[in-house]
């Protein structure tokens, strides 16, 4: 990857980021001090990044509906704004809504502590950390390895993109019922998702359920509320039927729990210069890897939507850990001002 924490000064020799640290260390505040209200948003989440694998809690692990907590940087964003919108869903759709919904968070927040490799604001959030997990995961398995492999691979560096979260959701979907068929998707080819049920039958169409954790603010929808206008390329089918037993290693391999992070921290420091994750190896990481970012908020215009079933059950399926919003909308305004 090369030393991305070094700086040209002219003819200058590189200065790493770890010899910036010694020179400055003095004047730093500790990483544990509250941020003042002038700090800049990129600082903020240098000292304080979503915990990750070694410093979760059972507090980290509670999750709320995102249409509960209330900030206006939520509200100014299109899908954040706050309706009244409710769809009628049948019973087994709300049912397997709800089985979806528990999938992207385990996603999401636990098989992917960091979150995303390649959404700048998971980036920012962690100090890079999510990159260098994407970059290990890579470095240890590619697109034709097995499935128990691949979920070797992402479960021990909880690292990798779009594709590796729905590989993931996909395998978690093998060990539960479907009465519907479950696809792996391409959007606009280069976007990966799950949607469960055929959007291209009367049976499922618009009411067919997409699940896509990779987003930044997560949220199980149906196939209509779809942002992206294009039919979706199917590259990956798992039928209808019982669950499927996993093979051993397969087995071995959902057991894994990701690296911690100082682990990460460890590999960010023998490839790269900087002492470890933070807000000068996230922006390096950004700044020198334009064509492979992006900036996804959500998959459908309304976070809030509502789904009722017969029964009068209801759920925005948009639960989050209760830190994640406000770390999140930090970091997208840091790339408002900084990268914009």
């Known amino acids: 990857m090369g030393n991305i924490c070094g700086r040209m000064d002219g003819a200058h020799a590189p200065v790493t980021y770890c010899e910036q640290m010694r020179a400055s260390s003095s004047q730093q505040r500790p990483a544990t001090s509250s941020p003042t209200l002038g700090d800049s948003p990129l600082h903020q989440l240098g000292r304080r990044p979503v915990p990750s694998s070694s410093e979760s809690s059972t507090a980290s692990r509670r999750y ?76 240890r398995v590619d697109e034709e390895a097995s499935q128990d492999l691949q979920i070797k691979a ?18 978690e979907l093998q060990g539960h019922r479907r009465d519907q068929p479950v696809f792996k ?28 954790p990779w987003q930044g603010l997560k949220k199980v929808h149906t196939y209509g509320e779809r942002i992206n206008p294009e ?12 669950p499927i037993r996993p093979s051993g290693k397969l087995k071995t391999a959902f ?25 000068r190896y996230a ?21 809030h939507a509502v789904y009722r079933d017969p029964n009068g059950r209801e759920s925005a399926f948009n639960s989050l850990p209760p830190s994640y919003l406000g770390s ?13």
């Open 64 to 139: 709320v509906s995102l249409s509960s907590l209330h900030d206006p940087r939520l509200d100014s964003l299109p899908a954040g704004q706050r309706n009244e919108t409710v769809i009628p869903v049948s019973t087994a759709t709300f049912k397997m809504m709800s089985l979806a919904h528990d999938i992207l968070l385990r996603t999401a927040h636990e098989t992917f502590p960091d979150g995303p490799g390649n959404q700048v604001a998971n980036i920012l959030m962690s100090g890079g950390r999510s990159w260098m997990r994407k970059q290990m995961f890579r470095g």
């Open 154 to 171: 992402i479960k021990e560096t909880g690292g990798g993109n779009c594709g590796e979260y729905a590989n993931m959701v996909l395998a």
């Open 185 to 212: 998707v391409l959007e606009s080819k280069k976007h990966s998702l799950v949607i469960i049920g055929d959007w291209r039958t009367p049976q499922a169409g618009d009411h067919a359920i997409v699940v896509d």
């Open 231 to 242: 039919t979706p390329f199917v590259t990956a089918t798992l039928g209808t039927g019982a």
């Open 283 to 303: 922006k390096g990481v950004i700044r020198d890897n334009p064509e492979v970012m992006f900036d996804h908020i959500a998959g459908t215009n309304n976070l």
């Open 255 to 279: 057991s894994l729990k990701p690296m911690s992070a100082e682990a990460v921290d460890a590999e960010i420091g023998r490839t790269s210069g900087c002492l470890s994750s933070g807000p």
């Open 328 to 340: 999140y909308l930090d970091s997208r305004e840091g790339i408002v001002k900084k990268y914009a």
